[in-house]
Each structure stands twice: as structure tokens, then as C-alpha cells.
């Protein structure tokens, strides 16, 4: 039994701030797939973007999946494109019990309007990227996941209060001591 927790989501929906408070309240090991693909290029995220394309940055990530996919009793916080490859979304189904955050454009926008780490979202008008992403997707992260979180303005404890909550009812974390994040 794999007892993988997968995030999906948007930009911005808090994957990776969600998957490392969840990570260290369950006492399991957190991985971020975007972390890990610049631990093994040794640049950042816009760095392989200007260099290698989306394209080149999706092989990455697809590569990344396939091997921590096959770890367990982890915690990944996936990048928001992940969804977009059909092998990633078999492995991540498989593998794991997948939790979609999900937030409105406008909520992602002002999450992700202080950062210019996400190379997608540097154009002339980033809310209407966010929206027509989200339009994209949002079918594929229904797909995949087994349970979906709306965010909203709730803040992040009480976001990782709500997964707990549900992944216990779902079974994932049956048995397994944790405490509620105050
Ligand atoms: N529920 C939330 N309420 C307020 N801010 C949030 C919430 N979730 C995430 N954030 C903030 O939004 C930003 C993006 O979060 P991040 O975890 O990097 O998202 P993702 O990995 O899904 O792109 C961070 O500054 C984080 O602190
Ligand atoms: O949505 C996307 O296509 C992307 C999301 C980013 O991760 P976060 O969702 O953690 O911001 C990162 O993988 C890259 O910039 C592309
Ligand atoms: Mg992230």
C-alpha cells in the first residue's frame, strides 16, 4: 500500500506551503516536484523555461513524477502543469490519494502577484492567464483527484485542518496519530 498524499492544483493554490505543514503534522517526507527538478539542474524554475522551453521543463517533470510516484508515505506537492500529461496523471492516480486545492483566479492572482518565480505568469495580464489555465485544467485535476479542498480565504492551517479531516474519512491517514494544526 503506496499511502502517498498528492496535491494538484493552480498556481497559487498552496501546494507546496499545504504539503509541507501537512508533511511535518504526519511526521512523513515532503518532496515538491519543482524543488526537486532544480536540486537536479542546479538552477531555478525560469532559468529552464528560458533555456529549455515548456517543453524542456515538462520532461523534466514527467521524469521527477515517474520515479517519486514510486516512493511511499510521501507527501508531493505537485507544479500545477503536471496534470497536463496523461502518463503523469495515471501515475499520480495510482499511486497515491490525490487532494485538489482548489482557488478562484482572483485568490490565485493576489497569491501569486509578489513572486516572479512562475515563468507562465509573467506576461501583460496574469489574471487572465490564471482564468484561462484554470479553464484548462480544472477538468483534469477533477480527473485525477479524490478528494477537492476549496481554499477560499481560509488560511493555511485551517486549509491543512480541512485535508486531514477528509483523508481521514477517506482512510489514508487511518491509524496514524496526528495531531489538529492549531
Ligand atoms: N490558504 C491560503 N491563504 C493565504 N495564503 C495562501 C494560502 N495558500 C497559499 N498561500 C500563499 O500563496 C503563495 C503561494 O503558495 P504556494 O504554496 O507556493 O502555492 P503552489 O505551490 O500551489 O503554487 C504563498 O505565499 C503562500 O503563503
Ligand atoms: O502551472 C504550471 O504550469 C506551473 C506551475 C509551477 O508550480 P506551482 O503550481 O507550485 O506554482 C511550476 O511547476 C511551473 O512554473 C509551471
Ligand atoms: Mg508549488
Do not use: W
Amino acid at each position: 500500500m503506496a499511502r502517498n498524499i498528492f496535491l494538484v492544483g493552480p498556481m497559487g493554490a498552496g501546494k507546496t506551503t499545504l504539503g509541507r505543514c501537512l508533511a511535518k503534522t504526519l511526521g512523513r517526507k515532503f518532496y515538491d516536484s519543482d524543488r526537486e527538478i532544480e536540486c537536479r539542474t542546479g538552477v531555478s524554475i525560469p532559468v529552464i523555461f528560458e533555456i529549455e522551453g515548456e517543453a524542456g521543463f515538462r520532461q523534466r517533470e514527467s521524469k521527477v513524477i515517474a520515479e517519486l510516484t514510486q516512493l511511499n508515505n510521501i507527501i508531493l506537492a505537485t507544479g500545477g502543469g503536471v496534470v497536463l500529461a496523461l502518463e503523469n496523471r495515471q501515475k499520480i492516480a495510482q499511486r497515491g490519494t490525490v487532494v485538489y486545492l482548489y482557488a478562484s483566479p482572483e485568490q490565485l492572482y493576489r497569491r501569486t502577484a509578489h513572486d516572479n518565480s512562475r515563468p507562465l505568469l509573467q506576461t501583460e495580464n496574469p489574471l487572465e492567464r490564471l482564468k484561462r489555465l484554470l479553464k484548462e485544467r480544472d477538468p483534469l485535476y477533477r480527473e485525477v483527484a479524490d478528494i477537492t479542498i476549496k481554499t477560499g480565504e481560509r488560511p493555511i492551517k485551517a486549509v491543512a485542518n480541512e485535508v486531514l479531516r477528509q483523508l481521514k474519512r477517506y482512510g489514508n491517514v487511518h491509524g496514524q496519530k496526528f495531531s489538529a494544526i492549531r
